[in-house]
């Protein structure tokens, strides 16, 4: 299929500014996860009681979860009426000031009580603009990518994120190698502070990028939609429920990267802190590869059966990935860890920012893939949480968390059966199919 080039945009551009951001932003993201593992439960919480104090640790997780429906509500609004590109510049900004701020907290040996509540705060801004950062970077890439191609360069986006998360997790090798009185008391910090840098980077790359020619066109003709909300809820509440119940399967990444490296480094399973973080390392670095790999597949023989393989392959992955954590064997557990991870999840991970997006049209893209995706995401990063209280008091009951995986799995096996297959439909197609309904009075001149 030939198409003009001022249909297609900037696709190369749009997706390394989708890669560089997201994996600066997820850099932040996931250093939290570290560090809410290995290293909090100790700073900001009572370390006389550790099972309690882990808990807590791993619910401030989740706490920025709980706030990306909030965040998604109102970046998609203004997503979907002032466009892509200003929603990614102000959500790396946010990132990046409040990580920072994490890096700067007093702990409760210095200000007893008032030490978590601040941990918190600092939490649900990191929510907020992660709420926005996926959705915009996959509307963007979407938008700009040749119809043909949509899988391969929206993938770049979830690239990005494991770029995050593997650049996260090589930082903290080193810090998590420090003697205890050096990691609790400043090393710790280093890598928050570092998002001063991050924030700068992904500043200059993003303020380089051009409004997308779907989004242009749409404020140019039609005009935005005053109220997208409204829109989206009356034309687009399947695809919506559709996106909360495929956004489910990010539980196995939650679960993969915070329960499981703080039950593999527990004093009942015994294996350090350096080598399990490698695991995570060398399972994002394949994932690096498998992604677009997935994602290019898709853009042949569909978004449906791709997603599926992944969902339903991370089902079995994660029993067999925490059963080997359990038997205390590290060759086996990192070979278990980059099949679950870096391989099986990678296909519903790379597939899912073009699966979704491809359900909504141009007015209400945004929207609908940031509080779809955040409601099933609050969700996942609770699963931590819950994962810790289905483990039982000594957190050794890994064949429950591992149903309980699976059983996160299946709402994500359902919504991928039911949708429509959208990898051939024309870029200014898409959506149409709910959108048929759509009146001039709720649009407004741009």
């Known amino acids: 299929m030939s198409v003009p080039a001022e249909a297609v945009g ?9 890669w560089i951001g997201s994996a600066l932003e997820y850099y932040d ?9 290995l290293i909090f439960p100790k700073v900001f919480f009572d370390e006389s009681d550790p099972a309690t104090a882990t808990l807590l640790s791993l619910a401030t997780f989740g706490v920025a979860y709980a706030a990306r429906p909030v965040g998604a509500l109102f970046l998609g609004h203004f997503g979907d009426r002032v466009g892509r590109k200003k929603i990614m510049v102000f959500t790396l900004i946010l990132m990046g000031l409040s990580t920072f701020l994490i890096g700067c907290l007093p702990t409760r040996a210095q200000v007893g009580g008032l030490a978590p509540v601040l941990l918190v705060a600092c939490r649900v801004l990191q929510g907020i603009s992660a709420a926005g950062e996926q959705a915009s970077a996959n509307s963007m890439t979407l938008e700009h ?21 593997l650049i996260a997790t090589l930082v903290f090798i080193p810090v998590a190698a420090l003697p205890e009185d050096q ?3 400043w090393g710790w910090r280093v890598p928050f502070w570092a998002s001063v840098a991050v924030a700068v980077v992904g500043y200059v790359i993003r303020r380089r990028l051009e409004e997308t020619p779907a989004f242009a066109k749409q404020a140019a003709t039609e005009g935005v939609v005053k109220l997208p909300l409204a829109v989206l809820m009356r034309e687009h509440w399947v695809d919506v429920l559709r996106v909360i119940g495929g956004a489910l399967i990010a539980s196995v990444s939650t679960i993969f990267t915070v329960w ?8 009942t399973v015994g294996m350090s802190r350096s080598s ?8 994002n670095l394949v994932a690096l590869a498998a992604i677009p790999l997935w994602a290019s597949l898709s853009d042949r023989i569909g978004r449906r059966p791709v997603f599926l393989i992944g969902a339903a392959g991370s089902a079995l992955a994660m029993f067999g990935y925490l059963w080997a954590i359990s038997t205390g064997d590290y060759p086996l557990t990192l070979v278990l860890g980059i099949v679950a991870f870096g391989i099986v999840y990678s296909a519903a991970n790379g597939v899912w920012p073009s699966f ?3 359900m909504f049209s141009t007015r209400v893209r945004l929207s609908g893939m940031a509080i779809g995706t955040q409601i099933g995401f609050a969700v996942a990063g609770f699963a931590v949480t819950f994962a810790a209280q289905i483990a039982g008091p000594d957190g050794t009951d890994w064949s429950s968390v591992a149903l309980f995986t699976a059983a996160l799995c299946v709402p994500p096996v359902i919504a991928a059966l039911t949708a429509r297959e959208t990898h051939e439909v024309p870029t200014e197609h898409l959506g149409e199919r709910t959108a048929q309904a759509a009146s001039q009075p709720e649009t407004v001149t741009a």
């Open 29 to 37: 993201f996931f250093i939290y996860g570290s560090a809410a593992a």
């Open 10 to 18: 900037q696709p190369r551009k749009a997706a390394t500014a989708a």
């Open 183 to 185: 990691l609790l008391s």
């Open 276 to 283: 399990m973080l490698w695991v995570g390392a060398l399972a």
């Open 260 to 267: 499981a490296l703080a039950y593999a480094t527990s004093d």
């Open 145 to 165: 990518a040749p119809p043909n191609r949509r899988g391969f360069f929206t993938s770049f986006t979830l690239s990005g994120t494991q770029g995050g998360q």
């Open 356 to 358: 979704y997006g491809e």
